[in-house]
């Protein structure tokens, strides 16, 4: 054989290991960009009282690895010590949630009175079915649309008036709102504010936001029982460097250990961008190109 054919081969050999080396999927973080291990973070989960998985909401790896996360809770845990709780549901539809996953209400029903959003059948129907099997309770935390409406277009004092009823699908009222808070402070950059105390014109943008994350932390509070483990689910912005849900958590509740959860993109996964340090207590990282649901 010559040496020109020997070193041919030996070039397809490694052009060959270099198309068949490890792809992940994602990688998993630290706070401080460190490679966590997933193991040893579902201990820590499992230790919690409330876990908030901020996702992306079209992202697939994301809504997969809740799924994980989900079922690897359950084998941690004793029966009866989960709870999932999703921004995807208001409190108004509550009970039908609540009967759905009792099984005492067709698939048919739920999806036309509960209004699932657009990428219910691909992303959450999946959580739904597992606390189903399993007799895990879910519960709905998000404030329902029409009050964050009216916040976004009035102001909080637009609810200074509703009758009780609709206060009990709501955070305690009146809300405070932090307008210090960093993440309300980029959002006043956003939409027009000033970036100072009430966000100049963007004060009613704000308060809705903060009026969501509020009344999912109140219901995050008051839906577990000593023992239990919430796992919630929510857009990332919502508990992103530990702000919006986190801080209500804190006013309501301070010794709750509470432990998040972010997924961000990046162009390569090797080491975490300056920028998603400390954005959560573990941060998952996925492919800029990785597929949608929409």
Not at 74 to 93: I, T
Not at 239 to 262: F, W
């Amino acid at each position: 054989m010559t040496i020109f054919r020997i070193f041919s081969l030996l070039c397809l050999a490694f052009t060959s290991l270099a198309f068949t080396a490890d792809r992940p999927a994602y990688r998993l973080f630290s706070a401080a960009g460190q490679p966590a291990d997933y193991d040893q973070m579902m201990q820590e989960l499992a230790q919690a009282d409330v876990v908030l998985f901020g996702e992306q909401h079209n992202d697939a790896i994301a809504h997969w690895l809740e799924l994980q996360v989900a079922k690897d809770l359950l084998k941690l845990k004793k029966p009866g010590q989960l709870v999932l709780g999703m921004e995807m549901f208001e409190r108004d539809v509550q009970p039908l949630v609540a009967q759905y996953t009792a099984g005492t209400l067709a698939d048919t029903a739920f999806l036309r009175q509960a209004r699932p959003w657009p990428n219910y059948d691909t992303d959450y129907r999946p959580l739904l079915q597992l606390a189903r099997e399993n007799r895990v309770p879910v519960v709905g935390t998000n404030a329902p649309r029409p009050f964050a409406k009216v916040v976004a277009q009035r102001s909080l004092t637009a609810l200074d008036k509703i009758p009780a009823a609709d206060r009990a699908l709501l955070a305690p009222l009146p809300l405070k709102v932090d307008y210090d808070l960093p993440g309300y402070k980029n959002m006043a950059a956003m939409f027009g504010g000033d970036g100072k105390a009430h966000g100049g014109g963007a004060q009613n943008i704000i308060q809705a936001q903060a009026l969501r994350d509020a009344t999912m932390a109140h219901f995050i509070q008051t839906s577990r029982q000593a023992g239990q483990t919430l796992l919630h689910f929510n857009g990332s912005y919502h508990s992103d460097n530990h702000e919006g849900i986190g801080a209500y958590l804190r006013q309501y509740a301070p010794k709750l250990r509470v432990r998040t959860i972010s997924v961000v993109t990046q162009e390569q996964l090797q080491t975490l961008e300056k920028e998603q340090v400390n954005v959560a207590d573990f941060v998952v990282v996925v492919p800029m190109d990785a597929a949608k649901t929409y």
